[in-house]
């Protein structure tokens, strides 16, 4: 089962490891400026974890960090952090 979020909650960041991304596909139609998000790998968050264990052979986990106004266009995952592990 998934912890609900309060929304009313402060962010914490546990001091992980941002990555800044742009998304690049559909540029044309959501500029880049629009499509900026940050991503943390190797994450551990207890209950994810635990969740993960229980539900998967194999699993990374990962966080995004999205500002306001920003999004992330339509895209196919490729899995490249996984299958890089």
Request: proline content about 5%; charged content about 30%; glycine content about 2%.
């Amino acid at each position: 089962m998934l912890k609900k979020i309060k929304l009313n909650k402060k962010f914490k960041d546990y001091g992980f490891k941002w990555q800044r991304e742009i998304c690049k596909n559909n540029l044309a139609i959501h500029p880049a400026n629009t499509t900026v998000h940050y991503q943390a790998f190797e994450v551990k968050i207890d209950w994810i974890d635990n969740f993960a264990k229980k539900k998967f052979k194999l699993y990374t986990i990962s966080v995004l960090k999205q500002p306001p106004n920003m999004l992330i266009p339509l895209h196919k995952d490729t899995y490249y952090y996984l299958k890089k592990i």
